[in-house]
Each structure stands twice: as structure tokens, then as C-alpha cells.
């Protein structure tokens, strides 16, 4: 590994705690050059922009995640037993992976575009899941109704349940640390899941 | 009105603006008294300290919210028009109050914890809802299941496709300003409800 890829490896480390810790605007590019032991100028010299620096950041986290996601889709199975097996996945790699809704948050609290890596996997992230419904549709197996739209509503509950998981701690006493609860919370949430997917009785 | 409540009333208002705009640490007690033409001591001397002015300002966003809800919620009808009428009411209160999904991301993205006010407002939203999915499940109309986590399915839809708005539209070219769209996905998610508290066809 050459001198320039450590630097460049430093500055994506650097970055990446900091805008989890403080946001894209709370995480200047002197603070991030500083933690990589790198000079100012190195931001610009290897990424060209604290913008693209935060792209880069971005999609060092979330193109792994994509990836799993992909993979655990793809495994054979009924349309149903492959959504179920990627709203497991939301819940586990995001409770294993602490920095992607940590960033996720600092993201959507920030006035910041959304850079197009990122996008483009946001993108293809709801596609697989709206393609699995579709084929579920297509056998009988899954009810009618826009493929993505249902596919935003299933996401919505692992995402948003990992976000609050401090708050529904505080507030209503539900610690997702305890392997009860959150197993009772993981089998509820697929229950609904199974439940709004499962075709209407006249149609079935 | 006297003079110490038009103060109070404005260092709330500047608080309100500045925790939005950079959540509870990005806000400064200076930034908040200048703004509001208050002298430095006048946050102490009002609320005791700037964490009883955050929680003053989360009240005074989430208070009216939570009687929004509860009056939508005690409206005469069956357990799950009740609770359709809850999910269209976050739909339209968050988007009509911005400030509210504002505070919430920028409350998630700090590491501060929730203001007692807050916290027993957010529990009685889920009673609130919880109570109804049980009156639902005691007459048949909803099936079985834990009612505040089958609550918490219900709300993660809502809130986080308010959070997540402006990202969607950059992924996915969906624009929740555009009133076919939004009708859309409030549909598709009130659908997506439904049939996921309709009971098993061999418990009806």
C-alpha cells in the first residue's frame, strides 16, 4: 500500500467518525485532515471536495450494506420467506453496524444533498425489495397494491425502529439491548409484515 | 401580558428556531438570548438552565400534537377507523408542522436525552393507539398480537416517511409535494394497516 492510500484510507476514517458524531456541516475539514494526521490540503488532493469526501463516506457504509441486503435476497425461496429474510437483515446490520443509522440520522438532520452514489443505492435498495413483491404478486402469494409503496412501508419499521431505539428506551422502557425484547419486537414486525402482504381472502 | 412572560415567550421562540435549525449542543444559550433580545442570564432566569428550555420547547411542540391525536383518536367509530384516522392524522399534522419531524431528527442526531415532557407525551401516544388495537383484538375486528408493538409498526410508517422526504425524493424522483404522491403512499400505507390488522381468516 502506498503512502497516498494510507492518507486516503486515514481521511475516510477520520470522516466518517466525525460526520457520525457531528454532521456534514458540525465536522469541518481541518478537524477531519487533523484526526488523519494529514495535512489541510489533503481533502482536496485525494477527494477533490469535502463533498465528495462525505460520497465517499457515505458509500463506504452503505455499499456494504447493499450488498448484504443482495445477498440475502437473492437465496432461493417463495417471494414472502425472501422479504421476511430482508427485513431480519434491516434489523441485524443496522444493530451490527451502528454507524449506518448513525449516519443515516446525522444525514437527514443536515441541509445536505444526498450524494448520488448513495442515491443510486437508496434506489436499487427499494427496487429489490419492490421486484420480490412484484413476483409475490405475480404467483398469488402477496395481495395487490404499488409494489414500492409497500416496499417503503416494510422498510419504514426497521429503519425507524433502530433510529428511536434510545428513545423508546427512555420514554416507554423498551431496551432493545435486552434479547427478549427485541426478539418479540423482530417477530412482531414480521408478523405485520406476513399480515399486510398476505392476499385478501377472495383473492387468494 | 408582562414583560418577564413576553421574554419567556421569545427565548421559546428563538429556542424553537435554533434547535431545529442545529439541534439541542449546535444552539447556543448565546445564539438563543441574542436572538431573542433577551440579556445572557435570562434562560437561567426564565427556565433554570438550557436543558429545561429544550425540554419547555419539545413540549410546546409535541403538547399540542398529542391533544391533536387524542382528539382525532376519540371520535365515535369502530377500533380500526379509529386507528385509520390516527395514521391520517400524523400524516397531515407532520406535514402541516414541520418543526415537529425537524425536532424529532434533530433530537435523534443529538445525544441528549429526552425531556421528561416529551417522554410521557410519546408514551401516551402509544397507549393511546395500543388501547385501541386491544379494543380492536377484544372484539374481534383486529388480530392477536402485542398492541404496542403492533402500535409501533403502525407509527414507524408515517413518521419516518415524513423524516425521510426530501431524500426520497432525491433517490426515487418521489415528491410528497405533489398532492397525487402523497395521496398515493398515504393510501398505500393506510392499505398496508388494514391488512395487517385484519384478523386471520380462522379467527373472523
Known sequence: MTKGSDTRNALLAAGRELFTAHGYRGASVRAITRKAGANLGAVTY?????????????????EPFRDHLTEVAQRPGAPTERIERVVQAFFSYLQEHPALPALMVQHLASATP??????????????????????????????????????????AQPIWLTLVRRVLHEAVGFDQRDRRMRAALVDSVLDFVRAALAPHPQQA
Open 114 to 155: 444526498l450524494p448520488a452514489g448513495a442515491r443510486r443505492v437508496l434506489e436499487g435498495n427499494l427496487e429489490l425489495l419492490a421486484g420480490i413483491i412484484a413476483l409475490g404478486q405475480l404467483d398469488g402469494s402477496i395481495r395487490r397494491g404499488d409494489p414500492r409503496l409497500m416496499a417503503l412501508s416494510i422498510v
Open 46 to 62: 485525494h477527494f477533490g471536495s469535502k463533498e465528495a469526501l462525505y460520497g465517499a463516506v457515505l458509500g463506504s457504509v452503505v
